[in-house]
């Protein structure tokens, strides 16, 4: 990654949120046509970027706990705590909120539409489910070594890759169906990835794994816990190392020949620590990681300097460059 980088211009007006960019990024954002939503949950932000005359400008909203997001159409969901959140673009890049759905304490994680409304990753009750506003969720999908009567986060499901409108992959901290069971120190090497349709693990071995995405005719996923965007390969039944980053990677999108890749700094010795990225000698970046697929390699990234070490996801709006969120 090229070293040079300079501050985004509206940075030293925010004193909560820092940021610089790396590389290409500030280049490649300003040609893309587009801006970008991140969430970084722990600092409750959502973070807006996108430029101005090929400057980058950014401004954060609060929200309680924001995790996953999607878009679809002029349509914007954002899974925060207790909440479900449905925006609409009501023109010119600003999203206003049109409906809430109730979801109770179900810690949600990634969210996407799909042919039956949204679906989100319900990590305390160990599934896939749809929002609805009769009730809190509907249960749509359970991993099947988790017993049906499961309540408590078993296996720490959060990642949610959907193909044709429909759930399709899963990511799972380990596939135990035992209370709590993802807390383990174990944890770092049993990671699975779990194909919805076929029922069944189709990856295992990987480190915190997040982020499933179906893109080009493959599987992409974040090998978290070893700071990698990794591919599977069905045919061998493993995920392949595409590209090493400075960070716990996780939060995942694409924009043509380029991937997304959010970044974070993991506290030592809390429960999502990561001892292999932290021991790979790369550093650890919190912010959102510019990779091309045709080198695999990183050619820029925004880095958070100050005001949002832990990143949960990215998400590209084509055709906005001036993104509002109304805050909730």
């Not at 970084?40 to 973070?47: C, H, I």
Request: contains cysteine.
């Amino acid at each position: 990654m090229n070293a040079d980088s300079h501050t985004s211009e509206k940075s030293s007006q925010k004193p909560g949120l820092r940021c610089r960019s790396h590389g290409q990024f500030a280049t490649w954002l300003a040609q893309s046509g587009g801006s970008l939503a991140i969430t970084t949950y722990t600092s409750g932000k959502l973070v807006l970027l996108g430029t101005h005359q090929g400057r980058l400008r950014f401004r954060t909203r609060k929200f309680a706990r924001p995790m996953g997001l999607a878009l679809r159409g002029k349509r914007l969901t954002l899974a925060v705590q207790k909440k479900i959140l449905l925006f609409q673009n009501r023109g010119a890049g600003r999203f206003k909120l049109r409906q809430e759905f109730s979801t109770g304490k179900v810690d949600a994680h990634d969210v996407a539409f799909g042919r039956h409304g949204i679906y989100f990753a319900n990590t305390r009750f160990n599934c896939i489910a749809r929002t609805t506003p009769e009730k809190r969720f509907l249960r749509n999908w359970r991993p099947p070594f988790v017993p049906k009567s499961a309540t408590k986060d078993h296996c720490h499901l959060n990642g949610l890759g959907m193909m044709a409108g429909r759930p399709a992959m899963a990511t799972a901290f380990c596939a135990t169906g035992e209370r709590g069971g993802w807390r383990g120190e174990d944890r770092f090497t049993k990671g699975v990835l779990i194909d919805i349709a076929e029922n069944q693990v189709v990856a295992s071995g990987l480190c915190m794994p997040h982020s499933p995405r179906w893109y080009r005719g493959r599987w992409w996923l974040c090998n978290s816990g070893h700071g990698m965007l990794s591919t599977f390969n069905a045919l061998a039944e493993q995920c392949e190392d595409f590209c090493a980053l400075p960070g716990f990677t996780r939060g995942l999108c694409f924009v043509g020949d380029y991937a997304l890749v959010g970044l974070s700094k993991i506290r030592k010795e809390h429960i999502l620590d990561a001892p292999p990225v932290r021991a790979s000698g790369t550093g650890m970046m919190a912010g959102v990681a510019l990779v091309d697929l045709h080198t695999s390699r990183q050619i820029g990234a925004i880095e958070f300097v100050r005001g949002g070490r832990e990143v949960y996801e990215v998400l590209f709006l084509p055709g906005i460059r001036k993104l509002d969120v109304q805050e909730v």
